[in-house]
């Protein structure tokens, strides 16, 4: 069974940066990919950028890319988004996710999923 652990999130103001990071244990060698997903209040939950194991593959959302990278660190079983520039839409609960048999941008093909970090952009 995969646990995820995600830090980083906390307050900032618009414009400012963020580096989300999410550390796998337990079953990490089934992984293949890992996401980053986001709900804010009254919102669907959407997926901001996910990345194959491999790091051949990346995914980003239209609203973040150009803003936003995601990286692994295989050897630290770890997964960063790194956020700059961040705007007030983008305050929301940030969500780590990970799985075997996945479509990257398609939250339902993720099996294990982190409690979440939150974070919040004051404008």
């Known amino acids: 069974q995969v646990q995820l652990v995600e830090s980083g999130g906390g307050l900032v103001q618009a414009g400012d940066s963020l580096r989300l990071s999410c550390v796998a244990s337990?079953?990490?060698?089934?992984?293949?990919?890992m996401g980053w997903f986001r709900q804010a209040p009254g919102k669907e939950r959407e997926i901001v950028a996910a990345?194959?194991?491999?790091?051949?593959?990346?995914y980003y959302s239209e609203s973040v890319k150009g803003r936003f990278t995601i990286a692994r660190d295989n050897a630290k079983n770890t997964v960063y988004l790194q956020m700059n520039s961040l705007k007030s839409e983008d305050t929301a609960v940030y969500s780590c996710?990970?799985?075997?048999?996945?479509?990257?941008?398609?939250?339902?093909?993720?099996?294990?999923w982190g409690q979440g970090t939150q974070v919040t952009v004051s404008s």
């Open positions: 990345i194959s194991w491999s790091g051949s593959m990346t």
């Open positions: 996710a990970a799985g075997q048999m996945i479509i990257l941008r398609r939250a339902d093909t993720y099996d294990y």
């Open positions: 337990g079953g990490t060698s089934s992984i293949t990919a």
